[in-house]
């Protein structure tokens, strides 16, 4: 009997898109232990952990700062507040993100303006941002999806030409590399999730700013805190959003292994590229082998309901980031006439394939052997 006639012998069996069991399973001792000192200290907020990692997570980026804050969500929402950004102010960035990308912008009282993505990156089209600058705009916010990275040294020359700050949301390209320098290193500030399924995650909620500038992380501090400069002190307001001691311990030993992850993760991608590029699929595009991280293996396809449908029958999980445009959720009305059509038309035929460092070689093979049944 083979391994796909064994697996679907297994009335549970299924390839999930995530597989956090299998990372438990690997590290689950060293993890066990991590918790269990942090429990035993007593101590639970702004602890030894959350400064250790600070350092070690700022050393991998290449950065001088790192704060670590409550989620992705906060890092993006934390960073613009540093910069000053309200009321009157506007931030370009993209539609076919994740709502928080626009929602940082939003609480902060500024207004996104959407710029269109690239066809084939599915990142931020530089070529449409400076049609729509103008003289409220502040910052820029490029997102570094699925893994990929945006064109930053086009969009750096923009906001250095115009005055203008960046904001990284690289809450999917952790370990990304852009000629020599990762995502999170190359704007004013990084913005980071560690969502449970990101390519490093806690177990929970969390997040991190980076920065070179030491004026903007200790805001970024005193914003996480409360807005206090000391105990009883509040110089602004601010919000409660601390990465707690038990996240701060389990990333950093899950840190260590993040470039072996994602190298595996480029195995795997190669893997699928080279048994679907026979098919009518469109294809990630590759870029830098150091420049993709793959959060997300995003395939195109016009029928593509139809072959998550069947996959799912097959017990192969699938998922769609995201099916509808930012501007063209309920929340987000004032927007509906705004016409993006490179974004409007992707979200129609995108699909993400399982694509975990945890993924064998032959659940890979699988993978690809019922996409190709269901083009046939």
């Known amino acids: 009997m083979g391994y796909w006639e064994d697996c679907r012998m297994n009335t549970h069996w299924r390839i999930p898109m995530a597989h956090l069991q299998r990372e438990y399973g690997s590290l689950g001792n060293r993890l066990q232990l991590a918790i269990f000192q942090v429990l035993e200290s007593g101590t639970f907020i702004q602890g030894s952990q959350l400064g250790l990692f600070e350092q070690e997570f700022s050393e991998y980026i290449g950065v001088n700062h790192c704060i670590g804050v409550n989620s992705g969500s906060d890092a993006l929402y934390l960073s613009l507040c540093a ?51 103008t003289s409220r705009t502040k910052v820029i916010l490029p997102v570094h999806l699925h893994g990929k990275t945006a064109k930053m040294e086009e969009i750096v020359e923009i906001a250095e030409n115009h005055s203008l700050w960046i904001v990284e949301d690289a809450c999917q390209s952790h370990g990304a590399d852009i000629n020599g320098r990762r995502t ?24 991190a700013i980076t920065t070179n500038s030491a004026d903007l992380c200790q805001r970024c501090r005193i914003y996480r805190d409360y807005g206090r400069v000391d105990r009883y002190s509040h110089a602004v307001t601010g919000i ?55 959060h997300n293996f995003v395939i195109r396809h016009k029928k593509r309901d139809e072959i998550k449908e069947k996959l799912s029958g ?63």
């Open 83 to 133: 910069l000053g950004v309200g009321p009157g102010d506007e931030v370009i960035t993209v539609p076919n993100s994740f709502i928080a990308s626009a929602d940082a912008i939003v609480r902060c009282g500024a207004r996104p303006v959407f710029v269109d993505v690239e066809k084939d990156s599915y990142c931020m089209d530089f070529e449409w941002i400076e049609k729509h600058i």
């Open 184 to 207: 999170g290193s190359i704007g004013t500030l990084g913005c980071f999730s560690f969502y449970p399924t990101k390519n490093i995650g806690c177990y929970g909620d969390g997040g």
């Open 240 to 294: 409660n959003s601390r990465l707690d001691e038990i996240q701060a311990a389990v990333l950093r030993i899950k840190l260590e292994y993040l470039d072996k992850w994602n190298e595996r993760r480029r195995t795997i991608a190669m893997r699928y590229i080279e048994g679907l590029e026979r098919t009518d699929l469109v294809l990630p595009a590759e870029g830098s082998q150091k420049g993709h991280v793959f």
């Open 314 to 376: 097959k017990g192969i999980e699938s998922a769609i980031h995201y099916p509808i445009p930012i501007h063209l959720q309920s929340s987000y009305q004032s927007y509906r006439n705004t016409r993006l059509p490179v974004s409007e038309r992707i979200c129609n035929e995108i699909l993400s394939l399982p694509v975990n460092p945890w993924l064998t070689d032959d659940e890979t093979d699988i993978v690809i052997d019922q996409v190709k049944q269901c083009l046939s």
